[in-house]
């Protein structure tokens, strides 16, 4: 009751009154990261805040039956965000529950239940994410620049400033969310583009990294082009990454910052780095949830003449060869996340992993400074990350230390749906890096 309580104090009926909204979006994220939503007037408001706008969990990738009752997604009214491009409409991230209890197996609640766990040592987690995109043809069949041809075309400004009017606003919007945006550029591949803001604490940085996608697609559409966050969508160009950068904090404190350590680094940040680089493998079928997203890592070099992607769990200090980079004192990036990866196990994942980490004391032992690209056979001790999505999945129904941070219970839900899925492309396809990305992967993953 006292929740309800604090949730209705922010009574969103009065707030639509201020801002003018006309609409809701009542959102959810399923497990394959799909944004799910319910059109709500605002005349309606007030009752679904209460009791929640109802969906049927199995018409989504959610583990539920026909047979099940309904579930209610409950709004937080802290994520509300006014659509900057369409103001009459207001999006809310949601909390799923069913028959008066939360789902366990739906990635907000995932996350925040490791949150809870990770607030009774009195730290949170701040993050922030590096969400790459390509623009192409609606069609989904090539870059939308045919312009864009440099070899190496990474911070192309020609390629940047012809793409300006959507770079433009979809920067202008993120500026009047009071995202605090610092930075555009072209990326690695030809038509690929990185858009950067302010870290936070890691449930905002998630509800907005779902926002985010949501917003380049749509903006994307009104500019006669199409956004994928697809891990590969080409076979001859530098992926799709999402990078994330960790750090822990106790109130204005950052608890992984030492000043004087040769990274910066306090016990503590390699304690949870090292649970992280213990649980990577289970850990990729939530980073690196898709059949495509297997052709991003462990990849040959592309175009540009580097993947920019890992293939061996390793850290360094500021070398972008390694799964983890720590290019400043206090936090370090994970290099592994794909731009399929769901927003809220993205984050859900790496608390899990560092809490092992943190809990049993995990070493990560020395950092490495070489080129890992072309010297990874100096180091065959190393494992591997995996080849395949069935191997990610293997690791995964392993993991001890997985299942106990989620339930085993939600584990086994999410590798039964990501069966399914295989078994679908497995009658139709075969999974083979060395060969063309198959039209079921196009199908299935530019929009994720």
Same mark, same amino acid.
């Given at each position: 009751?006292?929740?309800?309580?604090?949730?209705?104090?922010?009574?969103?009926?009065?707030?639509?009154?201020?801002?003018?909204?006309?609409?809701?979006?009542?959102?959810?994220?399923?497990?394959?990261?799909?944004?799910?939503?319910?059109?709500?007037?605002?005349?309606?408001?007030?009752?679904?805040?209460?009791?929640?706008?109802?969906?049927?969990?199995?018409? =989504?990738?959610?583990?539920? =039956?026909?047979?099940?009752?309904?579930?209610?997604?409950?709004?937080?009214?802290?994520?509300?965000?006014?659509?900057?491009?369409?103001?009459?409409?207001?999006?809310?991230?949601?909390?799923?529950?069913?028959?008066?209890?939360?789902?366990?197996?739906?990635?907000?609640?995932?996350?925040?239940?490791?949150?809870?766990?990770?607030?009774?040592?009195?730290?949170?987690?701040?993050?922030?994410?590096?969400?790459?995109?390509?623009?192409? =043809?609606?069609?989904?069949?090539?870059?939308?620049?045919?312009?864009?041809?440099?070899?190496?075309?990474?911070?192309?400004?020609?390629?940047?400033?012809?793409?300006?009017?959507?770079?433009?606003?979809?920067?202008?919007?993120?500026?009047?969310?009071?995202?605090?945006?610092?930075?555009?550029?072209?990326?690695?591949?030809?038509?690929?583009?990185?858009?950067?803001?302010?870290?936070?604490?890691?449930?905002?940085?998630?509800?907005?990294?779902?926002?985010?996608?949501?917003?380049?697609?749509?903006?994307?559409?009104?500019?006669?082009?199409?956004?994928?966050?697809?891990?590969?969508?080409?076979?001859?160009? =530098?992926?799709?990454?999402?990078?994330?950068?960790?750090?822990?904090?106790?109130?204005?404190?950052?608890?992984?910052?030492?000043?004087?350590?040769?990274?910066?680094?306090?016990?503590?940040?390699?304690?949870?780095?090292?649970?992280?680089?213990?649980?990577?493998?289970?850990?990729?079928?939530?980073?690196?949830?898709?059949?495509?997203?297997?052709?991003?890592?462990?990849?040959?070099?592309?175009?540009?003449?580097?993947?920019?992607?890992?293939?061996?769990?390793?850290?360094?200090?500021?070398?972008?060869?390694?799964?983890?980079?720590?290019?400043?004192?206090?936090?370090?990036?994970?290099?592994?996340?794909?731009?399929?990866?769901?927003?809220?196990?993205?984050?859900?994942?790496?608390?899990?992993?560092?809490?092992?980490?943190?809990?049993?004391?995990?070493?990560?032992?020395?950092?490495?400074?070489?080129?890992?690209?072309?010297?990874?056979?100096?180091?065959?001790?190393?494992?591997?990350?995996?080849?395949?999505?069935?191997?990610?999945?293997?690791?995964?129904?392993?993991?001890?230390?997985?299942?106990?941070?989620?339930?085993?219970?939600?584990?086994?839900?999410?590798?039964?749906?990501?069966?399914?899925?295989?078994?679908?492309?497995?009658?139709?396809?075969?999974?083979?890096?060395?060969?063309?990305?198959?039209?079921?992967?196009?199908?299935?993953?530019?929009?994720?």
């Amino acid at each position: 009751m006292a929740k309800l309580k604090k949730i209705m104090e922010k009574k969103l009926s009065k707030i639509a009154k201020i801002k003018k909204i006309k609409y809701f979006l009542i959102s959810f994220v399923d497990l394959f990261g799909v944004l799910r939503s319910k059109l709500v007037p605002t005349r309606a408001i007030d009752e679904m805040q209460k009791n929640g706008a109802g969906f049927a969990g199995f018409a =989504t990738w959610l583990d539920m =039956t026909p047979a099940d009752t309904d579930m209610f997604a409950i709004p937080d009214p802290d994520s509300l965000i006014q659509l900057p491009w369409n103001k009459e409409v207001g999006w809310l991230a949601s909390d799923l529950w069913m028959s008066g209890h939360p789902v366990k197996a739906s990635p907000r609640v995932m996350l925040k239940e490791q949150i809870k766990k990770l607030s009774t040592k009195n730290l949170i987690m701040k993050s922030g994410v590096e969400c790459e995109y390509f623009l192409i =043809t609606p069609d989904g069949t090539k870059i939308s620049d045919e312009k864009d041809t440099q070899s190496k075309p990474c911070y192309d400004q020609s390629a940047l400033m012809r793409r300006y009017d959507l770079i433009k606003e979809i920067c202008d919007s993120m500026i009047e969310l009071g995202w605090n945006p610092y930075q555009n550029d072209h990326e690695d591949a030809n038509g690929q583009f990185e858009m950067n803001w302010d870290y936070t604490d890691c449930l905002t940085t998630a509800d907005r990294h779902v926002f985010f996608k949501f917003m380049v697609k749509s903006l994307a559409e009104k500019h006669n082009l199409r956004a994928t966050f697809m891990p590969k969508p080409f076979e001859n160009l =530098t992926g799709n990454g999402c990078h994330a950068h960790i750090s822990l904090w106790d109130g204005k404190e950052n608890k992984f910052l030492e000043i004087g350590e040769k990274l910066g680094l306090s016990r503590m940040a390699y304690n949870f780095l090292g649970g992280i680089m213990k649980c990577a493998q289970p850990l990729s079928s939530f980073f690196n949830p898709t059949i495509n997203s297997y052709r991003r890592i462990n990849a040959p070099p592309t175009k540009s003449g580097a993947s920019w992607s890992p293939s061996s769990i390793s850290y360094s200090g500021n070398n972008r060869t390694h799964m983890i980079r720590v290019p400043d004192p206090g936090r370090f990036e994970l290099r592994l996340m794909d731009g399929s990866s769901n927003p809220y196990l993205l984050q859900a994942g790496v608390i899990a992993a560092g809490l092992y980490g943190l809990n049993n004391k995990i070493d990560p032992g020395e950092p490495l400074s070489c080129n890992m690209y072309t010297e990874y056979k100096k180091y065959p001790d190393l494992k591997k990350l995996p080849e395949k999505i069935e191997d990610s999945l293997n690791e995964l129904n392993n993991s001890k230390e997985i299942k106990e941070a989620f339930g085993e219970d939600v584990i086994n839900s999410f590798i039964k749906l990501k069966n399914m899925e295989i078994e679908e492309f497995n009658k139709v396809e075969t999974f083979d890096k060395t060969r063309k990305i198959t039209d079921w992967e196009k199908q299935n993953t530019l929009d994720c």
